[in-house]
Nanobody, 113 residues
Framework: VQLVESGGGLVQPGGSLRLSCAAS??????????MRWYRQAPGKERELVAS????????NYADSVKGRFTISRDNAKNTVYLQMNSLKLEDTAVYYC?????WGPGTQVTVSS
């Protein structure tokens, strides 16, 4: 299974970004797997940001992003998303998606004025 994140970049505080994670692989049924977004800031441990169940009916968020971030998925496109609004300086990190025992390479999100 291959996971590839995209959508990261530089944004001002209060701005928004939408991350995508496209999954591919031989004999891989994306809709069977829960998916998660993690992030790792410089000098800090990797932390779980959000998770979504296989059918997308259940989601969970870290307290630090509740009300600002939304995880979603499109099983027809084998893609999971992370909509990030009201971004703060402390959201700066490399964001990774994970699922089916696989990890993507990550995408950098930098929040700076």
């Amino acid at each position: 299974v291959q996971l590839v994140e995209s959508g990261g970049g530089l944004v001002q505080p209060g701005g928004s970004l939408r991350l995508s994670c496209a999954a591919s692989g031989f004999i891989f049924n994306f809709s069977m797997y829960g998916m998660r977004w993690y992030r790792q800031a410089p000098g800090k441990e990797r932390e779980l940001v959000a998770s979504i169940s296989s059918a997308g009916r259940s989601t969970n968020y870290a307290d630090s992003v509740k009300g600002r971030f939304t995880i979603s998925r499109d099983n027809a496109k084998n893609t999971v998303y992370l909509q990030m609004n009201s971004l703060k300086l402390e959201d700066t990190a490399v964001y990774y998606c994970s699922g089916a025992s696989s990890w993507g390479p990550g995408t950098q999100v930098t929040v700076s004025s």
